[in-house]
T-cell receptor
């Protein structure tokens, strides 16, 4: 089974802190994603990576950056956390060909105080 | 551009009743369509997917969905709801590399 592991289930951080959310997948998938989930808004794509060191902005990249130094690991960085970044963050991966689904991690619920 | 619309942010059914969750999509190319389920404080789990071929797709836990190109719809159904089906359901469309999700429908099952 594909496994996508997010490093933390719950995080509480202070306003202004630099925050790292880590995600690792074990199936040699080409593509990895970071989504943000808020009630009534569904999943919104923050960033997408299609290869090592390659990234593409999603719909809501402001206030976030990403890093993909190794194929299996995709990190989301909040440069200076703000209260409006309190949310559920979901990492996903997919093989990168047309008819396959995305596989999701368990999610990280981040609270910025 | 690709987008997904889920009608009804909350749906409530009685145990044993039919479940119908609606999804309409827009896509400039033949779509790949997915339904995911999310239980509280968990990630998303794939229920079923349509890629090509048969338009009626069966998934896990007794769910199925029908791709109707003329209606640009991919509604999710289950003949008889169980209490364990209470969760949030997301419809998604993909275009090779990216996945676009609807806003979700929370299913409540009443005893």
């Amino acid at each position: 089974d594909v496994k996508v592991t997010q490093s933390s289930r719950y995080l509480v951080k202070r306003t202004g802190e630099k925050v790292f959310l880590e995600c690792v997948q074990d199936m040699d998938h080409e593509n990895m994603f970071w989504y943000r989930q808020d009630p009534g808004l569904g999943l919104r794509l923050i960033y997408f990576s299609y290869d090592v060191k390659m990234k593409e902005k999603g719909d809501i990249p402001e206030g976030y950056s990403v890093s993909r130094e190794k194929k299996e690991r995709f990190s989301l960085i909040l440069e200076s956390a703000s209260t409006n970044q309190t949310s559920m963050y979901l990492c996903a991966s997919s093989p990168g060909y047309a008819n396959t689904e995305a596989f999701f991690g368990q999610g990280t619920r981040l609270t910025v105080v | 551009a690709q987008s997904v619309t889920q009608l009804g942010s909350h749906v409530s059914v009685s145990e044993g009743a039919l479940v119908l969750l609606r999804c309409n999509y827009s896509s400039s190319v033949p779509p790949y369509l997915f339904w995911y389920v999310q239980y509280p404080n968990q990630g998303l789990q794939l229920l079923l997917k349509y890629t090509t071929g048969a338009t009626l797709v069966k998934g896990i836990n007794g769910f199925e969905a029908e791709f109707k190109k003329s209606e640009t719809s991919f509604h999710l159904t289950k003949p008889s709801a169980h209490m364990s089906d209470a969760a949030e359901y997301f419809c998604a469309v993909s275009n090779f590399n990216k996945f676009y999700f609807g806003s979700g429908t929370k299913l409540n099952v009443k005893p």
